[in-house]
Nanobody, 123 residues
């Protein structure tokens, strides 16, 4: 059973940056696909970025060129570097992992979830 814990959220002004971290315990991310999702109030949980077990990445269009997903298998960690933030990025951000064979954008395809970390971008 893999436990995921996010950190690094907070309040930032538009144009600023934040780096989210996701720490895994009770299992390894090394052979898992992993991703970041976000959920704004009253909205569905949406895919933000994903990284496959072999390092392939995928991003939703709205964050391409601004966000960078990475992983450190030796530390059992995953990261999301978020630059040029805007108020539309405000949401609770969740990390997730799945022992899947393909990198998915669908939340139901992910088995393990963190509790989320709040990101608020002020204008």
């Amino acid at each position: 059973q893999v436990q995921l814990v996010e950190s690094g959220g907070g309040l930032v002004q538009a144009g600023g940056s934040l780096r989210l971290s996701c720490a895994a315990s009770g299992g390894t991310l090394r052979t898992s696909n992993a991703g970041w999702f976000r959920q704004a109030p009253g909205k569905a949980r949406d895919f933000v970025a994903g990284v496959s077990w072999n390092g392939r990445t995928d991003y939703t269009d709205s964050v391409k060129g601004r966000f960078t997903i990475s992983r450190d298998n030796a530390l059992n960690m995953m990261y999301l570097q978020m630059d040029s933030l805007n108020p539309e990025d405000t949401a609770v951000y969740y990390c997730a992992a799945a022992p899947a064979s393909y990198l998915s954008r669908t939340p139901s395809h992910y088995t393990y979830w963190g509790q989320g970390t709040q990101v608020t971008v002020s204008s």
